[in-house]
């Protein structure tokens, strides 16, 4: 994960202008095929790949602030989403989960069977909540089969800092009963006065959650081989259909795979001129971190028992798509997800932070951290928790991406240049006595690591492996001869071991802590340049 250290005020997108036939449109799941109508003022919001298995096949959100609807405690984002319930599962998967219980870190609780279970158990929004139509058939549609209606509220606790509250959610859902599979649609909107909302509200949900309608599939032979080249293998292409699924039906969105990644981009889709653009950036983009392997695989030879997977290079197309995808606190400019293997940045259109060189800088941090999860071998198959002592240090991972995002591409070479943004903050830290005794943070993990001071933490990793890296180069004798092993031996005995404990002790087991950490600091007042 890469963070900035200053995130300019975002400018509110404007409100996307109803479309000209009224308040709804149609929208469609190929996979589900179905159609069926959602307001204007809702847009479709990608699926975060890998938060588990889960009944939610497409989800609406208001893009922008001014769509938001007041309930009684302040305006909220109201949602509209797909789900499937495949009847083949019900017998052969049975949900096990409890309601409340979390499996992973997303908070993922299994599939439910049933869209009956996963409204009683497994929804997360299910709070304090209370039926007021529960499953009332429905005679089929002209081109819809049989459904069941439902309405219920959720009471949300909320806080002010003074008093507790409550805010009331309403919900309506239809469920409409194919041979093979429960299709719903689920409206969720906030109440402002007494139990339900606003009439015109309530004609929303009603309408678009009423008006399923069957589409024929197209079961043809529709790959277009020249996208999908290097998806060469049975694993690879399984991953290439997830990665499409995921951007089906998803205006603004499409994709192309090269050699080490399936690249996912978007555009506006109100301004389809701008996706040539979006094209030559992923392009640009992917092309670049291709040959960032290149120094990668110089540091960390690539071994035969190195993962191999194929991981997705996601590109949105604004800061705040990219927030919504993955519910991003602000600051944070990149990720990468070793359970999902998903690597995730956005377009800087707006130079929020740095546009596109510090992109691409983002770009080699996070896909640092793709290459150190295959050489490391430190995927993240199930539960987060599982991951334990396995984990690389803070120190070392964050502060080798952010090494990584120093170089530039010059002709044939890479060039390197210290990052001034992370300069400037070790220097303050050290003027001021406030950086972490690196006896210390080469030992902290995430838990202290991240926090409000985690630009501060990144600043300090990312200086003690650029001292680890370029010490000996630049100072010579200065540098002890024990301090220049420091990052093999880390390298050679989490790659043994997978002990990050064991890791950290023998790197730096016989050094004078005291006499590294002075070469350091001065290293950060006179040498990091």
């Given at each position: 994960?890469?963070?900035?250290?200053?995130?300019?005020?975002?400018?509110?997108?404007?409100?996307?202008?109803?479309?000209?036939?009224g308040e709804f449109r149609w929208e469609q799941s190929d996979a589900l095929k179905v159609r069926f109508k959602v307001h204007n003022k809702v847009f479709p919001i990608p699926l975060k790949?890998?938060?588990?298995?889960?009944?939610?096949?497409?989800?609406?959100?208001?893009?922008?602030?001014?769509?938001?609807?007041?309930?009684?405690?302040?305006?909220?984002?109201?949602?509209?989403?797909?789900?499937?319930?495949?009847?083949?599962?019900?017998?052969?998967?049975?949900?096990?989960?409890?309601?409340?219980?979390?499996?992973?870190?997303?908070?993922?609780?299994?599939?439910?069977?049933?869209?009956?279970?996963?409204?009683?158990?497994?929804?997360?929004?299910?709070?304090?909540?209370?039926?007021?139509?529960?499953?009332?058939?429905?005679?089929?549609?002209?081109?819809?089969?049989?459904?069941?209606?439902?309405?219920?509220?959720?009471?949300?606790?909320?806080?002010?800092?003074?008093?507790?509250?409550?805010?009331?959610?309403?919900?309506?859902?239809?469920?409409?009963?194919?041979?093979?599979?429960?299709?719903?649609?689920?409206?969720?909107?906030?109440?402002?006065?007494?139990?339900?909302?606003?009439?015109?509200?309530?004609?929303?949900?009603?309408?678009?959650?009423?008006?399923?309608?069957?589409?024929?599939?197209?079961?043809g032979d529709s790959v277009d081989t020249k996208r999908d080249q290097y998806a060469n293998s049975e694993e690879r292409k399984q991953d290439l259909e997830r990665a499409k699924a995921n951007?089906?039906?998803?205006?603004?969105?499409?994709?192309?795979?090269?050699?080490?990644?399936?690249?996912?981009?978007?555009?506006?889709?109100?301004?389809?001129?701008?996706?040539?653009?979006?094209?030559?950036?992923?392009?640009?983009?992917?092309?670049?971190?291709?040959?960032?392997?290149?120094?990668?695989?110089?540091?960390?030879?690539?071994?035969?028992?190195?993962?191999?997977?194929?991981?997705?290079?996601?590109?949105?197309?604004?800061?705040?798509?990219?927030?919504?995808?993955?519910?991003?606190?602000?600051?944070?400019?990149?990720?990468?997800?070793?359970?999902?293997?998903?690597?995730?940045?956005?377009?800087?259109?707006?130079?929020?932070?740095?546009?596109?060189?510090?992109?691409?800088?983002?770009?080699?941090?996070?896909?640092?951290?793709?290459?150190?999860?295959?050489?490391?071998?430190?995927?993240?198959?199930?539960?987060?928790?599982?991951?334990?002592?396995?984990?690389?240090?803070?120190?070392?991972?964050?502060?080798?991406?952010?090494?990584?995002?120093?170089?530039?591409?010059?002709?044939?070479?890479?060039?390197?240049?210290?990052d001034k943004g992370r300069k400037q903050s070790i220097r303050a830290q050290v003027a001021r006595g406030t950086f972490i005794p690196v006896a210390e943070i080469i030992n902290w993990n995430?838990?202290?690591?991240?926090?409000?001071?985690?630009?501060?933490?990144?600043?300090?990793?990312?200086?003690?492996?650029?001292?680890?890296?370029?010490?000996?180069?630049?100072?010579?004798?200065?540098?002890?001869?024990?301090?220049?092993?420091?990052?093999?031996?880390?390298?050679?005995?989490?790659?043994?071991?997978?002990?990050?404990?064991?890791?950290?002790?023998?790197?730096?087991?016989?050094?004078?802590?005291?006499?590294?950490?002075?070469?350091?600091?001065?290293?950060?007042?006179?040498?990091?340049?």
């Amino acid at each position: 994960m890469r963070h900035a250290f200053l995130i300019a005020t975002l400018v509110a997108l404007a409100a996307v202008p109803a479309a000209a036939q009224g308040e709804f449109r149609w929208e469609q799941s190929d996979a589900l095929k179905v159609r069926f109508k959602v307001h204007n003022k809702v847009f479709p919001i990608p699926l975060k790949l890998g938060a588990g298995e889960s009944e939610v096949r497409m989800q609406f959100e208001p893009k922008d602030p001014g769509d938001y609807i007041y309930g009684r405690y302040g305006a909220f984002k109201w949602e509209f989403v797909v789900l499937e319930f495949p009847k083949a599962n019900a017998a052969s998967k049975p949900a096990t989960g409890k309601p409340g219980a979390a499996v992973d870190e997303d908070g993922d609780r299994g599939p439910a069977s049933s869209f009956v279970q996963w409204v009683t158990e497994r929804d997360r929004n299910n709070k304090d909540r209370t039926f007021a139509v529960k499953g009332k058939e429905m005679k089929p549609k002209a081109k819809a089969p049989a459904w069941t209606w439902w309405e219920y509220t959720d009471k949300v606790p909320m806080t002010n800092g003074a008093e507790d509250f409550e805010q009331l959610w309403y919900n309506t859902a239809a469920v409409y009963s194919y041979p093979d599979r429960d299709v719903a649609l689920v409206a969720r909107i906030p109440v402002k006065k007494g139990t339900k909302p606003d009439p015109k509200h309530m004609k929303w949900m009603e309408t678009m959650c009423q008006s399923v309608e069957t589409i024929a599939g197209d079961d043809g032979d529709s790959v277009d081989t020249k996208r999908d080249q290097y998806a060469n293998s049975e694993e690879r292409k399984q991953d290439l259909e997830r990665a499409k699924a995921n951007i089906a039906n998803l205006k603004g969105w499409d994709y192309f795979t090269t050699p080490n990644f399936i690249v996912l981009y978007s555009w506006n889709p109100e301004q389809p001129a701008k996706r040539n653009d979006s094209l030559k950036l992923a392009r640009y983009l992917s092309d670049n971190l291709e040959e960032m392997r290149e120094l990668y695989q110089k540091d960390y030879p690539p071994h035969d028992k190195q993962l191999t997977f194929y991981s997705v290079l996601r590109i949105c197309d604004s800061y705040d798509e990219f927030r919504k995808y993955g519910d991003t606190p602000a600051g944070v400019i990149g990720w990468f997800n070793p359970r999902s293997l998903e690597l995730v940045v956005f377009d800087d259109k707006q130079n929020l932070v740095g546009g596109d060189k510090n992109l691409l800088a983002t770009v080699f941090h996070e896909g640092w951290h793709q290459y150190g999860c295959s050489y490391f071998g430190l995927r993240i198959e199930d539960d987060a928790a599982q991951l334990g002592g396995k984990e690389l240090h803070r120190w070392f991972d964050e502060g080798t991406g952010d090494y990584y995002g120093g170089f530039t591409r010059a002709g044939k070479s890479w060039k390197y240049a210290v990052d001034k943004g992370r300069k400037q903050s070790i220097r303050a830290q050290v003027a001021r006595g406030t950086f972490i005794p690196v006896a210390e943070i080469i030992n902290w993990n995430k838990d202290k690591f991240y926090g409000p001071r985690a630009p501060d933490h990144y600043a300090q990793g990312y200086a003690i492996v650029d001292f680890l890296r370029r010490g000996k180069q630049v100072l010579g004798a200065k540098f002890d001869d024990r301090w220049d092993q420091v990052l093999e031996i880390y390298r050679a005995t989490m790659l043994e071991t997978k002990d990050q404990k064991q890791a950290v002790k023998k790197a730096f087991e016989g050094i004078d802590m005291a006499a590294f950490e002075a070469q350091w600091v001065e290293w950060v007042k006179t040498q990091m340049n």
